[in-house]
């Protein structure tokens, strides 16, 4: 995988442990997003998601990670993720996982080979306002995944609350499940327990 000049941030965290991460007072993410990710995770399993090749869009603490790991068992499992100190825990854990390769960097600004995944899951944070963070919002992501997919491959992002699930052009929007987790401590601080585990399918 090549790169054309891609941004990394090199962020001081005010906190920055197994449990949390928080940035600027926000919850980058938390360790109660386990129980959401689970039930999340064994549905695709349950489901016979294909995931042989795998891109997964920001670390965070490894759980998302661990998961497709445990219950898709990719034969390759790119991570990338664009903040310092949260790739080298990527590099830890990638020792452990033979199938990971970790990319540092923001993956809109990323040479990304194309239609290379039968899976994306997408959960990296928005560091707004953050140096370097920059990019151009008016680009719509779903048109680069629908690029980088395999035919009959998936996009997968989480939802948090029992609102509406947004659509994304040119793709099919599929709502799996919706269910109550344990209490997800959300950016804010504010919390959550109503999810949905969503899917998106490419039209055409």
């Known amino acids: 995988m090549g790169n054309k000049k891609t941004r990394v941030l090199d962020l001081k965290f005010d906190e920055k442990n197994d449990s949390h991460i928080i940035w600027n007072g926000q919850v980058v993410m938390s360790r109660s997003?386990?129980?959401?990710?689970?039930?999340?995770?064994?549905?695709?399993?349950?489901?016979?998601?294909?995931?042989?090749?795998?891109?997964?869009?920001?670390?965070?603490?490894?759980?998302?990670?661990?998961?497709?790991?445990?219950?898709?068992?990719?034969?390759?499992?790119?991570?990338?993720?664009?903040?310092?100190?949260?790739?080298?825990?990527?590099?830890?854990?990638?020792h452990e996982h033979p199938s990971i390769k970790p990319v540092l960097g923001d993956w809109r600004s990323l040479d990304l080979s194309e239609r290379k995944y039968d899976f994306i899951f997408h959960d990296s944070y928005d560091y707004s306002g953050a140096e370097g963070w920059e990019f151009d919002s008016s680009k719509d992501d779903y048109e680069t995944f629908k690029r980088l997919l395999k035919p009959g491959g998936y996009v997968c992002h989480p939802h948090f609350g029992d609102g509406p699930v947004r659509e994304a052009k040119g793709f099919e929007t599929i709502i799996l499940e919706r269910l109550v987790v344990d209490p997800i401590l959300m950016w804010d601080k504010t919390i959550c327990q109503d999810v949905a585990i969503v899917l998106r399918k490419p039209i055409g």
Not at 81 to 94: C, G, P, R, V
């Open 33 to 94: 997003e386990a129980d959401y990710f689970e039930k999340l995770f064994k549905k695709l399993k349950e489901i016979k998601i294909p995931a042989l090749d795998t891109l997964e869009i920001g670390f965070g603490l490894g759980i998302s990670a661990y998961l497709i790991q445990k219950e898709l068992s990719p034969n390759t499992h790119e991570i990338i993720e664009i903040e310092k100190s949260i790739y080298n825990d990527l590099l830890i854990f990638s």
